[in-house]
T-cell receptor, first 106, second 113 residues
């Protein structure tokens, strides 16, 4: 079993829909990261959080340390949100999930 | 503009040849990392460097080598000993090794024919 599990692996939505991507992990962590990988391959950091909730524009990330679970929400999704979203947990180093491929259709 | 550059974007090599992937950063970051990405798998750490003239093996270092002679540069050599070198390679850096918000380069897709 991977230390970091994401679900779903693939997600297709219509423009405007509310989207949730989940991340579960099995190890003790100091922080959790959400990353976005564009179709060209480049990766950008969206959030780094160790408790509670963070919001940036239409993106919201939450973490429940006791349940070892985090969610990434996208409100009012748009085709430009189409990307791979990657969860990574931080202990001595970063351990990455396999990613969730999100496609938002117009 | 500050950032990380990797070159080339696409690289083709014949089996048995060594190939070096470039990674340069002008963020004045101490720590640099090399990852490999394969379809259906998370990023896996090949090598990392906490400071100039120092580097450590990651989880999948076999068949790879690195150097860190300058703070800005962390080239990765894929040797002929690497059994399955075809992959997408990503370089990253962070301010220091104990601060794990990493900034990623655009990646190099290596295809070995």
């Amino acid at each position: 079993k991977n230390e970091v599990e994401q679900s779903p692996q693939n997600l297709t939505a219509q423009e405007g829909e509310f989207i949730t991507i989940n991340c579960s992990y099995s190890v003790g962590i100091s922080a959790l990261h959400w990353l976005q990988q564009h179709p060209g391959g480049g990766i950008v950091s969206l959030f780094m959080l160790s408790s509670g909730k963070k919001k940036h524009g239409r993106l919201i990330a939450t973490i429940n340390i006791q349940e070892k679970h985090s969610s990434l929400h996208i409100t009012a999704s748009h085709p430009r949100d189409s990307a791979v979203y990657i969860c990574a947990v931080e202990s001595s180093r970063l351990t990455f999930g396999e990613g969730t491929q999100l496609t938002v259709n117009p | 503009d500050g950032g990380i550059t990797q070159s080339p974007k696409y690289l083709f090599r014949k089996e048995g040849q060594n190939v070096t992937l470039s990674c340069e950063q002008n963020l004045n970051h101490d720590a640099m990392y090399w990852y490999r990405q394969d379809p259906g798998q998370g990023l896996r750490l090949i090598y990392y460097s906490q400071i100039v003239n120092d580097f450590q093996k990651g989880d999948i270092a076999e068949g790879y080598s690195v150097s860190r002679e300058k703070k800005e540069s962390f080239p990765l050599t894929v040797t002929s000993a690497q059994k399955n070198p075809t992959a997408f390679y990503l370089c990253a850096s962070s301010i220091r090794s104990d601060y794990n918000e990493q900034f990623f380069g655009p990646g190099t897709r290596l295809t070995v024919l």
